[in-house]
């Protein structure tokens, strides 16, 4: 393995479980990007804004029909209505997106492998007055890609797809004055992926 | 910051206005009333209401009663009144109301206000098309911070700013 002197050594408060997380999660982050191969996707930011600024929309033609209607009218305060109605639906289709399905998300990407596109999304997350790290890997090798070998084309069928927890303390990752040690870090996170793929071709 | 962490950050900033904004809408349509807050700028209705006060507002369906503190407006006047009813007459086959108004600290009825404007000549009465919410509590002196902000407009620019400034530089 290639020793890399890295450019800026990650320093965090070591007593600060919210520093430590947010430390590995940009680590971990990082590390996908660049030599983990994936591309980021940014699908579930995107379906936030989507639904937010939809409910904004709604919320911005519903006040400019009340201020060039007079309040008093049936359907001024009909359209208002549907407007304010609507606005909370979305923000609550907003929050609940956040909450159910993105939940401790902190990347989602894919690569081209030769078995098809295969996916990756990355949760982490951490208990108050618990020095652990733990990281949600999902993976996914989508069927919808093909695979053309001379004449014959043949198709990946169906979705395999593959889910595994693994749980670090931060101890063996920050040295005392809580620097990051990468090398290590990156280690544990190719032993985790190698795992995660491993079970993945069962 | 690239394009999504701008765009996230300015709904961060669209929700809080619309956040409040659709609330009062909200209450707005709850009360039958546009404005369910309106700030006593006068000192006509002392000693019950002082400048500053804060008045919740709301238009019920039953007719306006004789003591009850209407909020109205006055035909190409822009600034609502805030006075009690002090006479009513109520017409028999259309329901309609003749009302008569009066400030608690004014020595006499607003037949006077209502007829200032040459266009409201011989305007003897308001009616409830005029009255845009009757009080049914206070907040005494809260009000105070709006009047504040009206007669430095420069305050408010620069309390939305930095207040639209954290919300968009908060990551």
Known sequence: MTTETHPRAIKVDKSNLLDLKSACDDA??????TKGGYKQSHKHTDIKLVLGYLGCAFAAAGSYYG??????LPATK???????????????????YAYFIENDT???GYKSTPHGTQTISVGSSVKSYNPYYDIDLHMNISG???SSSGSSKTTITGKKSTHQRFSTAFQYWFDEDG??????????????????EATHLE | MNLRQVLTNSLNVLMMLFGVFMSYKAWGLYTNCESPLVVVLSESMEPAFARGDILFLSNPKKAVDIGEICVFKIPGRDIPIVHRVIDRHDSPETGNQLL??????NNVDDRGIYQELYINRGKMWIEPKDVVGRVQGFLPYLGMFTIFMTDYPLL?????????LVVFLYE
């Open chain 1, 28 to 33: 971990l982050k990082e590390y996908l990007e």
């Open chain 1, 67 to 72: 201020y060039i209607h007079p309040f008093e």
């Open chain 1, 78 to 96: 009909f359209w208002t209505g549907v407007s304010v109605v609507l606005y909370y639906l979305f923000n609550a289709l907003m929050m609940a």
């Open chain 1, 106 to 108: 902190i990347f989602t």
């Open chain 1, 144 to 146: 919808s890609s093909t």
């Open chain 1, 179 to 196: 620097v990051l040690a990468q090398e290590q870090f990156e280690a544990d996170i190719i032993k985790f992926l190698a795992n995660t």
């Open chain 2, 100 to 105: 008569l108004t009066k400030g608690d600290n």
């Open chain 2, 156 to 164: 408010k620019y620069a309390l939305l700013g930095g207040v639209g």
